[in-house]
């Protein structure tokens, strides 16, 4: 398998982006801090023999933290090294509404270490840019910044993939559940 053909599974910067910013990725983090919690809370149970129940963590549960140890593992490496250019901005009309221009261009083409700067010397003199020049310059630098960082973005797909995965598997275990109990 070739790289092309390897990069076609790998998220660009605005997937993985969508994927960290879902209310769903950014709810299902609490189960990092909960999970333990409330083994430990359980745990705590096992020495007293008031009632009889196994205090056992559902498989669920542990599928559930792990899916959200798996988002949070993916969102961190997002927020360290997401391109700012992506992070900053939805749109060449959301860069502009946020009031940001020439310097901003500058500044996201040196912290991506893109291409050669000769040809981007127009971003670099003192004359004000035109709005199309803007614009030209926002995309082009948004495209290069969007493949940038494979490896990256290859581990945060895996971490992202594994996630969904685990919480599709509690899903179905769950629906299975319901059914063979009706």
């Not at 092309?4 to 605005?14: A, F, S, V």
């Not at 994927?19 to 609490?30: A, E, P």
């Not at 009031?99 to 670099?124: A, H, N, T, W």
Request: charged share 20%; glycine share 2%; hydrophobic share 50%.
């Amino acid at each position: 398998m070739s790289l092309r053909d390897k990069k076609k599974y790998i998220l660009d910067w605005k997937k993985i982006s969508n994927i960290s910013k879902m209310k769903f990725v950014k709810t299902i983090l609490v189960w990092v801090v909960v999970v333990p919690i409330v083994a430990k809370i359980l745990s705590s149970f096992k020495d007293y023999h008031i009632i009889n129940f196994d205090f056992v963590l559902p498989f669920s549960w542990v599928l559930f933290y792990f899916s959200a140890l798996f988002f949070l593992i993916g969102n961190v490496l997002y927020n360290i090294f997401v391109p700012p250019i992506i992070n900053e901005n939805r749109s060449f009309s959301h860069f502009l509404q946020m009031g940001r221009g020439k310097r901003e261009l500058v500044s996201y083409l040196e912290s991506e270490k893109l291409e050669d700067r000769g040809v981007y010397s127009e971003l670099y003199c003192d004359k004000a840019l035109a709005t199309e020049s803007k614009n030209e310059y926002f995309w082009d630098i948004w495209d290069m910044s969007l493949e940038s960082k494979i490896r990256v973005r290859f581990f945060i797909s895996i971490f992202y993939s594994l996630g969904i995965l685990l919480i599709l598997i509690v899903f179905f275990q769950n629906m299975l559940f319901v059914v063979e109990n009706i």
